[in-house]
């Protein structure tokens, strides 16, 4: 017997629950995970507790603040997105371009002058790539000091072979008058992109730290989540999709709309009815991985720190370090703190051995400075998330444009940063699926 419903919404992550929880009852959501959230999720080991992916909450717009507020109530906590840059020139403020300050003067003298060349020069024609991008909007000296060394670290490919658009939504390029400014004030402050920044921190005692307080409380509002539910077909001429639940397959018809959050390139490969061509260059799109070591750590707690650091330095295998306990101070014991570090890698790279990742994590850790005195790893973990980083390769774009539009002629509704195979935030992503569901639900009524 085949059940048949309205919407079904393939992956459980923040995308596909906020699908599902303005639909009620015409939706339901299978997640292959014992738990909802995605990569909104957050682990304890030993008492430390480690987020899947860690950011903030940021909102762009009154209603999803609203709507996120009242949905965690006084949870969630306003915190200063403070972040620093690590570089051989001196440490800085977060976003480099607008704290300039910090690094040694004949670099600024430099990084100021270049920037006023790009500024001003004037071209016709679109950058060609992500490094010639970059080149225009911030300058040789910019480029050189961090953009180009902490990129290439990140996508671990020629930077001219990525596209010049896809990343912009984080890198801002500001008006000459930031630049000048914190360029000549060590003490300026600038409002980043995700300044209105904010992070669940519970009561002490509570069963479930990190965002995946804000994931939990979101799956509670959706009426139809299936756990351990894997998507293992989707017939897009009978409108089927097939699930396997320990080990018994099941048959589910959408009547209206099937919302998919699984990565694109994956669904293409799924489904049935997919032109062979187009099966072939989905195959085609690349992906970065993404390894995290995460710490326990006993010993005073680092100060000063920001919420997390990046590292310009390419022998330092990590790109950035992330401080758990500067977003919530109960992620460990009394005695101790949590240190994240990431590591990018094409997804293609073969996978080092988990002890040989953890000790060079360690060695570079202490080069960092990052360990205060005092201070001594209890232990170590890695997890691996594949994908982490959508890769935006020259011709990558009108791909994804084309398979997106195709699904979408098909009742096949792509949402989240990897089903749309974008590079976005929490925040995008609910909204995203919040404004789907409020077009089908007027749609119907219309």
Known sequence: MVESRSVVVLGGGVAGLATASSLGGDAVVFEREDRPGGLVRTDCIDGYWFDHVLHLLHFQDDDMEARMRALLGETLVRLDPEAWVETAHGTVRFPLQNHLAGLEPEVVVRCVHDYVEAAHARDAQPPRHFEDMLLRSFGRALCDVFLFPYNRKLWKRPLDTLAPTGFQWNIARPDLAAVIRGAVDPAWRHRAYNSNGWYPRPPAGAPVRGMEVMARALAATVSDLRLEHSVEGVDLDARRVTVSHRGVTSTVHYADACVATLPLPRLIEMAEGVPADLRA??????????????????????????????????????????????????????????????????????????????????????????????????????????????????????????????????????????????????????????????????????
């Open 281 to 446: 260059a989905c195959a085609t799109l690349p992906q970065n991985r993404v390894t995290t070591v995460m710490l326990r750590v006993r010993g005073p707690r680092p100060h000063g720190t920001g919420l997390w650091r990046y590292y310009a330095d390419e022998s330092i295998v990590f790109t950035r370090l992330i401080f758990l306990n500067e977003f919530d101070p109960l992620v460990s014991p009394d005695d101790g703190w949590a240190l994240m570090a990431e590591i990018p890698e094409p997804a293609e790279f073969p996978r080092a051995a988990a002890s040989d990742v953890i000790a060079r994590t360690l060695r570079d850790v202490e080069r960092a400075g990052a360990l205060p005195a005092g201070c001594v790893v209890l232990g170590a973990d890695v997890r691996v998330l594949d994908p982490a980083y959508v890769v935006f390769t020259l011709g990558g774009r009108e791909i994804v444009q084309r398979a997106v539009e195709f699904l979408q002629s098909r009742g096949v509704a792509m949402l989240g940063r990897y089903g749309r195979w974008e590079y976005s935030s929490m925040s995008h992503v609910m909204h995203d699926g919040f404004e789907w569901a409020a077009r089908m639900q007027a749609g119907r009524s219309a």
